[in-house]
């Protein structure tokens, strides 16, 4: 799929249009005036919950109407299997709209917002809703940017021992931590069910959550050598296990 990608919030009502379909609000200005579409040109409506329908550009008009035509009957993109999610212990500043925009596009399936004994972040009140509103708005243009249908689901934030529940019913779970003595790389992986990945805080999961998060049954794993940031190291973990369960062949 290589068309620009535009959600549309009534996909499953497409029908009731007729033959043109008006792309119009934030959605119709971006294609307008930031992609600059171009009658003849493909675009890709979707829902962002694995329904999408194709169709081609008829006319720009304005500044925000795009009008859509020769649309395709509605299709489905089915879950992908392992199905792969990510905890992200909350990262200081702007670092986790940065996690949450890499690990979209790689393909991950949901984010968990974890709030670790030593995040130093911390989601109270209306700061809280205005940070998780970011992470799913972030999840929502990234997964529009690397042409996904199926857009991440990102949770409401957790706390360590609902983490712990989330791990016990995992089909695979471990936590990235440097005192693994086993590499994700050589991990046993199932072929389908869910995957559960842990990824730590900048100042480190504490050994109370590392021993609550064993008796859950996930172990430590070690991606290498190094020791990535807490923005970067689901990213990097989550195409490991993408091109290790063949979701990338």
């Given at each position: 799929m290589t068309a620009p990608v535009f959600v549309v919030d009534q996909l499953g009502e497409l029908d009731r249009f007729g033959p043109e379909f008006v792309l119009d609000g934030p959605e119709?200005?971006?294609?307008?005036?930031?992609?600059?579409?171009?009658?003849?040109?493909?675009?890709?409506?979707?829902?962002?919950?694995?329904?999408?329908?194709?169709?081609?550009v008829k006319a720009a008009e304005g500044k925000d109407r795009l009008v859509?035509?020769?649309?395709?009957?509605?299709?489905?993109?089915?879950?992908?299997?392992?199905?792969?999610?990510?905890?992200q212990a909350l990262p200081k500043g702007d670092r986790g709209e940065l996690a949450v925009e890499t690990m979209t596009e790689v393909g991950v399936d949901a984010i968990v917002p974890w709030q670790a004994s030593r995040c130093i972040t911390q989601w109270k009140g209306e700061r809280g809703l205005k940070a998780l509103g970011k992470w799913r708005a972030t999840a929502r243009e990234a997964g529009k940017q690397s042409r996904r249908v199926r857009f991440p689901d990102v949770a409401d934030a957790a706390t360590t021992r609902?983490?712990?529940?989330?791990?016990?019913?995992?089909?695979?779970?471990?936590?990235?931590?440097?005192?693994?003595?086993?590499?994700?790389?050589?991990?046993?992986?199932?072929?389908?069910?869910?995957?559960?990945?842990?990824?730590?805080?900048?100042?480190?999961?504490?050994?109370?959550?590392?021993?609550?998060?064993?008796?859950?049954?996930?172990?430590?794993?070690?991606?290498?050598?190094?020791?990535?940031?807490?923005?970067?190291?689901?990213?990097?973990?989550?195409?490991?296990?993408?091109?290790?369960?063949?979701?990338?062949s």
């Open positions: 119709g200005r971006h294609a307008v005036s930031v992609k600059r579409l171009r009658p003849g040109e493909d675009v890709v409506l979707t829902d962002g919950h694995g329904r999408w329908a194709e169709g081609v859509v035509t020769d649309l395709e009957p509605v299709h489905e993109e089915p879950p992908a299997s392992p199905r792969i999610t990510v905890v609902q983490v712990g529940a989330l791990l016990a019913r995992a089909d695979f779970a471990a936590v990235l931590h440097e005192s693994g003595d086993a590499r994700l790389a050589t991990a046993e992986l199932p072929a389908e069910g869910e995957i559960v990945l842990v990824v730590g805080p900048e100042g480190g999961v504490s050994p109370e959550e590392l021993a609550l998060f064993a008796e859950a049954g996930a172990q430590p794993y070690v991606l290498g050598p190094t020791v990535l940031r807490t923005s970067t190291a689901g990213t990097a973990a989550a195409a490991l296990l993408l091109g290790r369960t063949g979701r990338w």
